[in-house]
């Protein structure tokens, strides 16, 4: 059996981790002098619940090469001599890198193995390299081979499309995505950005007034956009608010004629130091 492995940026859901039995290498974040590894000595829901009482930004550190080295190690023990991982975009953190000298580490200590490691520059972040591995997980169950499984990631890791929207635009300041000029712009004109992957990075791609709006041009892009021959799930993200996600859900069924799953998975404590409450995003493969 193929052994999946990620970081914690990718924002799959508990139940699906398990269900797939996929390894995840926490980031690490830091706030009031106090560490963490992403959902695991800190939830997301407790972490939304104090952000907008922290007396300072949030920072995030990645994985470790000995974090990714372990998970390698675990999954050869565990009788896996094939191993995907597959890493947030290397434009917007250096997990990608840190997984890459995992490998090189497990080489080293294993000059013999024929255990086979690749590991994936998603070029996506949060549920984009999330909806990477998820299809990875029900290509492995259906039979795909490591190198099918390989062959399918470097081939449409660039056909992730993503949309992101937040409701607090001094999270994307402090992080860097947008100008203070263009915050200050924005609130004044109730304006929410729409931000997607331009060269592995993040980019603001429209702007629309109210959530309505946002969920609209969601909506209107998918049916634009989909390519139904490989896209078989969409996954909607949110940090704080469930019932936007819902919102979300309920048009891409009622107004397009999309057949696949539609998950609602809540974005992790790495992700959500970045974008802040009330952010709403959406994943799907385009053509």
């Known amino acids: 059996m193929i052994k999946l492995l990620a970081d914690s940026t990718c924002d799959l ?3 699906v981790l398990e269900q797939y039995n996929i390894g995840v290498a926490p980031l690490i974040i830091t ?8 959902r695991v000595d800190i939830q997301p829901d407790d972490f939304y619940g104090m952000l907008e009482a922290l007396p300072e930004f949030p920072t995030t550190a990645m994985p470790s090469p000995a974090t990714f080295l372990r998970l390698m190690e675990d999954a050869v023990a565990a009788g896996h001599e094939e191993i995907l991982c597959i890493c947030m975009s290397s434009g917007t953190s250096g997990s990608y890198q840190s997984a890459v000298i995992g490998k090189e580490y497990f080489e080293e200590a294993h000059p013999d193995s024929p255990v086979k490691i690749h590991v994936v520059d998603s070029r996506s972040m949060s549920h984009g390299s999330g909806w990477l591995l998820l ?3 029900q290509m492995r169950e259906a039979g795909a081979t490591f190198e099918e499984l390989v062959d399918f990631n470097e081939t449409y890791k660039t056909k992730v499309k993503h949309f992101l929207s937040v409701d607090d635009l001094d999270h994307l300041i402090k992080s860097g995505r947008i100008s203070n000029a263009s915050a200050i712009i924005g609130k004044l004109l109730m304006v929410k950005p729409i931000m ?3 060269n592995g990075k993040g980019a603001i791609v429209a702007k629309e007034r109210g959530t309505r709006k946002v969920l609209k041009h969601y909506t ?6 989909v ?26 069924e009622t107004e397009t004629d999309f057949a696949g799953e539609i998950y609602l998975m809540q974005m992790g404590v790495s992700v959500g130091t970045h974008v802040g409450l009330g952010a709403i995003s959406m994943f799907f493969v385009e053509k």
């Open 196 to 198: 997607s992957m331009k």
């Open 31 to 38: 706030m009031n002098n106090m560490s963490y590894q992403d």
């Open 220 to 225: 209107d892009e998918f049916v634009k956009r």
């Open 13 to 15: 859901s508990d139940a």
């Open 135 to 137: 299809k990875s997980a």
């Open 227 to 252: 390519n139904p021959d490989i896209t078989n799930f969409v996954i909607i993200g949110y940090t704080s608010d469930q019932r936007i996600a819902e919102n979300l859900k309920a048009k891409l």
